[in-house]
């Protein structure tokens, strides 16, 4: 059967992730991707990358308008293997943690965790404060995978891509897809 992943990009820096999980994913067979996205994630997209908002949608098999509250996701009904918002503002955080379902992004996010189904916030801040850390918990403790996107460098990596790939990576084998971006760890050779 088919994986159904919502993609939620909000505002934060790191528009690329969602990018990345979403130009991954493009075209699998084994996949299909809801794209939800702020204001404000549009803006970094434009900001921060080479592509613009109308080639990210086009990349997702189903865009939805952020203010579109009577979307498919907004519903627990709507059978999906969970969400990834990559990258989560920590207003976004903050929103989910306190369950102002205020757009499509945050309604959404919250299904997955009424649901008990996957969500992965690749929450993008520094430094963090108490009040971060508080309902980066609070999250945690209703079942969302906090994962802020930090570098590994066992992997050697050279580029920015090989970074961006790594992150990318571990976050869809949280959802049991092997995208072949991260280099696999053995353990460290003793001979």
């Known amino acids: 059967m088919r994986k159904r992943i919502v993609v939620g990009i909000s505002g ?4 690329i992730y969602g990018i990345r999980v979403l130009e991954t994913l493009k075209g699998s067979s084994d996949v299909e991707t809801h794209l939800v996205l702020t204001e404000a994630g549009a803006l970094t997209i434009r900001e921060e990358t080479d592509w613009n908002k109308d080639e990210v949608i086009k990349m997702a098999d ?3 308008e952020i203010n579109n509250i009577g979307a498919s996701i907004s519903s627990g009904s709507f059978n999906v293997d969970g969400m990834i918002v990559a990258p989560c503002s920590i207003k976004s955080m903050s929103m989910i943690a306190n369950t102002i379902n205020a757009n499509l992004l945050i309604r959404a996010a919250d299904v997955m965790l009424k649901e008990k189904r996957k969500l992965v916030l690749l929450v993008r801040e ?11 918990t609070r999250l945690a403790r209703r079942g969302a995978m906090i994962f802020p996107p930090m570098p590994a460098f ?3 990596p050279k580029t920015l891509d090989d970074l961006i790939n790594h992150t990318v990576g571990r976050v869809l084998n949280q959802f049991g897809i092997d995208s072949h971006l991260v280099k696999k760890w053995y353990g460290i050779d003793s001979a």
Request: hydrophobic share 40%; glycine share 10%.
């Open 62 to 64: 189903v865009f939805h």
């Open 126 to 136: 520094t430094p963090l404060h108490e009040g971060h850390l508080t309902l980066m």
């Open 154 to 156: 066992y992997s050697k």
């Open 12 to 15: 934060a820096t790191g528009a």
